[in-house]
């Protein structure tokens, strides 16, 4: 009898996790286990790590919302709240959904906004990537410094257009590639100084290089540009912040 070839098993697609690669599958898991253990101290160690920016590109990212009243915005990846948080002072009557597949994180926003008694906000730990919600129910869709750590980015945006309406807006805050002259200072900052910041005050110095290798395995801001057009925005824009540390792009539908 004529012995059967053995069939290939396809092998598991790859992606990255900060310089390594791990199987897709894998990724959503080891991205929870790095915000579980750094979510107690997060908007602690942005701030310091930050020297309080992050705050300002959040400030201006509000600023470009277009906003009026009994608007509904989904805040995607939204983990402390900073974002719903802002949006929901400035928004009369409006309805916001906060979001992030981490459970942690996303308690710690629930809980800052009850604390702020802001009225509105609703709670949802999902996969951006398979978004639990109808289609065109949102005015406005946010993500801010979440986008890099997703699997598929650009399933992630075709989820967030399904659920926006027509003339809806998209805002997108990442970390981006930094100008040239920048970069030496910038590296060095971010692979010496902040992981040993970061181990010194939580312990955890590996989750903080992870954090800054992610950035620099993100698309830059052109790339990220088409990948966002090409998820069925219009009108993509981008513009730099602090010498492009970070990058706000902005579509419609």
Known sequence: MKKKDKVAQPKEALTDFGFYLIPEGDKDGAVKEVFDEVAAKY?????????????????????????????????????????????????????????????????????????????????????????????ESFDVVTVTFGLRNMTHKDLALKEMFRVCKKGGQLLVLEFSKVAKWLAPLYDFYSFQIMPRVAGDLVGQPENYRYLVESIRMHPDQKTLAKIIENAGWHNVSWENLTFGITALHIGHK
């Open 43 to 135: 908007d602690r160690m942005n701030d310091l790590l930050s020297f309080g920016l992050h705050r300002a590109w959040k400030r201006h990212t509000r600023k470009k919302v277009e906003v009026k009243d009994n608007m509904v915005v989904l805040d995607v990846a939204g983990g402390t709240g900073d974002m719903t948080i802002g949006l929901a002072r400035n928004i009369k009557n409006g309805e916001f959904v906060l979001t992030d597949i981490n459970a942690k994180m996303l308690a710690i926003g629930r809980h800052r906004i009850e604390r702020q008694n802001l009225k509105g906000v609703c709670y949802s730990v999902c996969n951006a990537e398979c978004l639990p919600f109808k289609d």
